[in-house]
């Protein structure tokens, strides 16, 4: 079992640039696909970016395709998500989530297939 919990979100104005980070305690993280997806109030949950652990494959979702760079650090067992370029509809609830991957190769869209998920941290995004 892997035990996450996101950081960096925070007040930032439109065009501006925030780093979320997603540390991970518990087995070894390394095998695990993580993906970061969103909240906003009224609003579905909309997957943002995902990363494998062993083949660097990444996937992003298109209203970010661009902007955001996801990227990790098995080393500090936390997974990054670059934001640039913010606007006001990226304000939302931002939640990173992990499965495990024997394969390695999972940059996993859709948020259905990962188990484990961390409590959240706000970004919110002023014009």
């Known amino acids: 079992q892997v035990q996450l919990k996101e950081s960096g979100g925070g007040l930032v104005q439109a065009g501006g640039s925030l780093q979320l980070s997603c540390s991970a305690s518990?087995?070894?993280?390394?095998?695990?696909?993580t993906g970061w997806f969103r909240q906003a109030p009224g609003k579905e949950r909309e997957f943002v970016a995902a990363?494998?652990?062993?083949?660097?494959?990444?996937n992003y979702g298109d209203s970010v395709k661009g902007r955001v760079t996801i990227f990790r650090s098995d080393a500090e067992n936390t997974v990054y998500l670059l934001m640039n370029n913010l606007r006001p509809e990226d304000t939302a609830v931002y939640y990173c989530a992990a499965h495990l991957d024997p394969t390695g190769r999972l940059a996993t869209t859709n948020s259905y297939e990962y188990n484990y998920w961390g409590q959240g941290t706000q970004v919110t995004v002023s014009s």
């Open positions: 990363i494998s652990w062993s083949s660097g494959d990444t």
């Open positions: 518990g087995r070894t993280y390394s095998s695990y696909a």
